[in-house]
Every structure is written in C-alpha cells, then in structure tokens.
C-alpha cells in the first residue's frame, strides 16, 4: 500500500498548517463554496466517471492518477476521484495534489480527521484498494479461511477490523452502492459472531469466534452510497485486542444465496392479538444479540417443534399498524418482528402456534423473497391484488409505496375475501384510504351475507378492467398479486390477458 510519510505533512508554510487561531484556508472561486459542492453531488452527475461501478484499483493504477484533472486518492483503502472536487477543496488544490495518485490516509488524518469524508466525496468513490494493507499480527488473515469466490455475479466484499479502548468495528466493504440496513444480518452469540450481508442474490458470510468477551448490545451502521457497513461491538474489558479471533465454519466466503442454509434465532413471543375470528398479530421480539430487518416483500420461516418432528412454514413480517402512530407506545424499530397469521383449526403448524403462551420461543429464519424494491421506483399507478392472508405481503409494499416512492400517483388494493369477517384489517384499510386520498381499497367477497352490497365473486376479466384504470393513459404502472397458488395463478393469466408484461407483475408464490 502506497503511503505519503505523514511529517512531510502539511509541508512548512502550508494553508493546512494549524494555526492557533485554525487552519488557514484558501479563497473559493465563487460558485465553489460547500453548499454548492453538496448541490453537485446530488444533481446526479457521474463524478467518477464509472457511472455508478465501484471497481478494485491496484496500486499501479492509483499512481497513474495523478493529475489535477485526473487526480484518485486512497483514504481508510477507499480510493475516491477527487478532481471534480479540487475547486471546493477549502484547503486548496495543492494541498490534495499532494495525495494525488497515493495513500492519503496520513495526510487525512493528521489534518482533518473528524471530517466525515466518507459523506462528503461518496459520489467520487472510485473503489477499494485491491492490496488488504499489511495484516495487523494476530489478524485473521485471508490464508487461514475458505474463499468461494463466485465466478460470475457481483464482485467479492472484503472486510478490514480497528478498535478503539471500548469499541471493536468491523467494517464490510460491499463494493456496492444502495445497500441498505435489511441486508445485514448480524447474530452473536457468546463469543460467536456472525453476519450475513446480502448483495444482489449473494450472501456475504462473517463468522468468527472472537477473541475476547464482548457486551450483547451491538449497533449495525450503513454507509449506504459508499456500500461499507460498520458492525460496532462493545468491549467487556477495556483492553487492546491483538487479534479479531479465530474463522469459524463457512467464515468469509461469498456465495449465492440459494446455496446458503438458513440460519435460525430464538424470538419470543410478547403480544397475541385478534384480528379477525381465525386471523391474529403475533408480536415476537428478536434477541438483544441479532440484528435481522426482513426487505420489503420478502418472508421469513417460523420453526416450532410438533410432536417431536420439527416443521417449518414460512410467514411475510407486516409493520405493526397501517397508520404510524395508530398503536401507542410506538415501540423501538429492529426489536419486534410482527405477523398477520390465520389460524386453521385442522393445521398442521397454526394451531400449535396459537398454542404458544407470551413468553414462549419460537425460531425465526433469515429472510428469503424475490421480490425487488427497484421495481417500485418511478411508479405511478401501484395495483395490489391480494386473497385472504395473501394481504400480507401488500403490507409493507403499501407502506414503503406511500411513504418512499415520490413518483406514486395511485395505489388501489382489491381485496378478495370469503366473507366480510374475514377481511383483515378492514377498518385500518377504510382509515388509511381517508387519510391519503393517493390511496383507495376494494372489497370483493365470494360468500357474502345477503346484506352485503359490495362486489361479489372471483377474480375475473370483468372486475379487473374496471379496478385498473390508470391515473393517466401511459403511466407508468406496477402489479403485485398473492393469494392461494390458484388465485395468484389465474390472476397473472388474466393479467397478462390485459396486455401488462411480467415486468409489470410481481406475483408471490411459495
Ligand atoms: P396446513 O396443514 O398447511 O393446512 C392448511 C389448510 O389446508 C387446512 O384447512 C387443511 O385442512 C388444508 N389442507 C392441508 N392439506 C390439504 C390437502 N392435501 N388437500 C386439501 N386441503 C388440505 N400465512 C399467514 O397466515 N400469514 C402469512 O404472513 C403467510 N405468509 C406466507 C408466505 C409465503 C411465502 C407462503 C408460501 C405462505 C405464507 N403463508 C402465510 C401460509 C403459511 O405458510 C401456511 O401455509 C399456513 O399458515 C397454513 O399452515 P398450517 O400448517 O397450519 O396448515
Ligand atoms: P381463503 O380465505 O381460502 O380465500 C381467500 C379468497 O380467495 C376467497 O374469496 C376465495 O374464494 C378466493 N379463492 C380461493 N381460491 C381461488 C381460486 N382458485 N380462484 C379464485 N379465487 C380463489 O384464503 P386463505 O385461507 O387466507 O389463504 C391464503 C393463501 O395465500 C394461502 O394459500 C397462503 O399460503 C397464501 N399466501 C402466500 C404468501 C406468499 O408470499 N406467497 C403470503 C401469504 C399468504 P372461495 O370462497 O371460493 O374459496
């Protein structure tokens, strides 16, 4: 790894020189002051020139950039494009050539640590180092584990660890910009840590016996347009590390997801509420020690033993309530886990779930789904198709919809049910379609009472044509559908009979 000896920075008589008064700065040209800096980054011009690509830069290469306008350093192994940035610079162009086509790390920090470069230059990142700077003694190192690198897909995260007196950070370069907190999954357990982190359909793997006792309480970081996630453990004792720990089964390798098992944690249940005669909010609280937020879209397994024999079924987590605010006490996000689940009294797994008393255990999976958030950016028109317990998946689709997706113009669920006691949720549903007039629901019922002077039936031609009318000719439009497999089956046949792509249909099946 390249460095620039940290004392011939900042060079005798340089602006960066800390004065007692603080460090001199040059004058910006106008139009160059921080405020317009931000504004750059965020008009979502290419400043690196890679549009978007995080690549793996090797030191050959760093050196060959070096010229004001083509200038990469190296900070913290994070190789950034800083000529788009020279002019803003408030120490001067000179200043950050003197990094030019280097390590800058010393620089950095000896001049402005507490900067939050990472924020400030995300837009110029270039990528990461290619060559681990030398490995700390006792650190596990790359030689002592299993490496299945993939051959093709995304390219392989890495992982780098510092401590502090109290702190231990493990931080995951993703090489992938827009991760997010839900694809993390941190357990620890004893001395056991591991942690999955998600890129596209792989599965990045740390699982390492740590070296010295750390506390339960832990916090998971993402530095989302960087790709690098920041794994924070509290030290026990206030003691120097020397080493990590020891790999453990599977540590550090890259593979696709559907090669990964799943991996369970022991949930309690807290709260048990009905919903409707068979339907009940079953409120689970994860375990101090697990950091696990399930993606918009995808299910979890619940894991219960019956009879001797374990079974396993799996469950689509919904939020609390349909309207924030609706429940009180609001409780702390990433600590409960909530499920919509209808009871079938001659179940196999159900009825043994109803039987769980409040604070029973059950296990809960990693998160599975093919579901794609992307797929929701930019919509207008937003139609959810959804029979009896099918709602569930609509949940958090609808809530991330009206409260992500600025493009939305319209959102209508059309909801099938047997009977109007089995619609979940109903008056929630009637409450957010009065609150957010982008938001509208059907009900439509194949065994009503006779009082019922809604709509009536299955899914059919006729009751589709009339609930999808865009809010404009050629909006752009999305379609979710779930329900029994024949339901969900019929519904994308007769879907695609109304001319909408697959592209334009996410229908959720087992
Ligand atoms: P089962 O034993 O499967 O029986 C269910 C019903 O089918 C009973 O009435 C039973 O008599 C009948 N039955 C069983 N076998 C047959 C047969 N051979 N022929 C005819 N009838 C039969 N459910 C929810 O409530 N909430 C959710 O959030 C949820 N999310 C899901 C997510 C996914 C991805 C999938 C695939 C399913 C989801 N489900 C959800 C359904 C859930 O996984 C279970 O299938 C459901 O809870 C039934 O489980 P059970 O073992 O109690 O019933
Ligand atoms: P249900 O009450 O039995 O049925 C709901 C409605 O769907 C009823 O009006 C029913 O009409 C109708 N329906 C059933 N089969 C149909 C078909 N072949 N064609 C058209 N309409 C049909 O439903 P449920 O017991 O809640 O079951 C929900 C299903 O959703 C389960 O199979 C569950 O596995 C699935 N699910 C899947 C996911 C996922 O992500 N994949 C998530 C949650 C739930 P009738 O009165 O004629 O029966």
Redesign the pocket.
């Known amino acids: 790894m390249l460095n620039v000896p940290s004392q011939a920075f900042p060079a005798p008589g340089s602006q960066q020189r800390v004065a007692s008064q603080g460090r001199s700065k040059v004058p910006l040209k106008q139009g160059r002051s921080l405020m317009d800096w931000i504004r750059l980054t965020k008009s979502g011009k290419d400043l690196t020139g890679l549009k978007g690509r995080l690549i793996e830069v090797t030191e050959e290469e760093l050196k060959t950039h070096n010229k004001k306008d083509d200038c990469w350093i190296c900070i913290r192994g994070l190789v950034y494009n800083v000529s788009p940035y020279m002019e803003y610079h408030p120490g001067g162009e000179d200043e950050l050539m003197r990094a030019a086509g280097a390590d800058g790390t010393d620089l950095f920090n000896e001049v402005h640590r507490w900067v939050n470069y990472e924020s400030m230059l995300k837009e110029c990142l270039v990528g990461r180092m290619a060559v681990k700077p030398a490995v700390p003694k006792g650190m596990l190192s790359k030689s002592q584990v299993t490496d299945t690198l993939p051959r093709e897909g995304p390219s392989s995260p890495s992982y780098d660890w510092f401590q502090t007196e109290s702190s231990v950070t493990i931080a995951i370069y993703t090489k992938q910009k827009n991760i997010s907190l839900d694809s993390v999954m941190v357990d620890l357990q004893g001395d056991s840590l591991r942690t999955e982190t998600f890129i596209q359909d792989h599965s990045y793997l740390i699982h390492i016996g740590l070296s010295h006792e750390v506390q339960e309480n832990f916090s998971v970081r993402v530095i989302e347009n960087v790709g690098k996630v920041d794994i924070v453990l509290q030290k026990r004792e206030n003691i120097s590390w020397k080493c990590l720990g020891q790999p453990l089964e599977k540590h550090d390798s890259f593979i696709p997801k559907k090669d990964t098992g799943l991996s369970y944690r022991r949930c309690q249940l807290i709260s048990k509420e009905d919903v409707t005669h068979d ?1 009940r909010l079953f409120c689970l609280m994860l375990p101090p020690s697990t950091h696990l937020q399930v993606p918009v879209g995808h ?1 979890v397994y619940l894991k219960l033993s019956v009879t001797g024999a374990e ?1 396993v ?6 939020s609390a309530s349909l309207l924030s605010g609706f429940r009180e006490p609001v409780p702390p996000p990433n600590k409960y886990i909530y ?13 043994e ?1 109803d039987h769980l008393q409040i604070g029973d255990f059950i296990s809960v999976s990693s998160p ?2 093919n579901f794609k958030l992307s797929k929701l950016q930019e919509v207008e028109d937003l139609f959810l198709l959804a029979a009896g ?1 099918g709602f ?2 609509m949940v958090n689709v609808l809530n991330y919809a009206l409260t992500c997706v600025s493009s939305l113009r319209k959102v209508k669920l059309m909801f099938f049910n047997k009977t109007e006691d089995d619609i979940i949720w109903r008056c929630e549903l009637e409450k957010l379609a009065f609150k957010d007039k982008r938001f509208d629901t059907e009900f439509v019922l194949s065994a009503p009472s006779p009082e019922w002077n809604g709509k009536q039936g299955h899914v059919s031609p006729a009751l589709l044509s009339e609930f999808l009318q865009r809010s404009l000719e050629n909006s752009r439009v999305f379609l979710c559908i779930c329900g029994p497999t024949a339901f969900t089956d019929e519904g994308i046949r007769l879907l695609h009979d109304l001319n909408f792509s697959n592209d334009e249909i996410h229908g ?3």
């Not at 079924?313 to 919904?318: F, G, I, M």
């Not at 499920?339 to 009825?351: M, N, R, S, V, W």
């Open positions: 339907t299910h079974i079924k799996p469950y689509t987590p919904v499920f919509l689940i209808k009871i079938y009294p001659d179940g196999l797994f159900t009825p779930l599975e789904g317990t569930t998946p959720f099946t087992a």
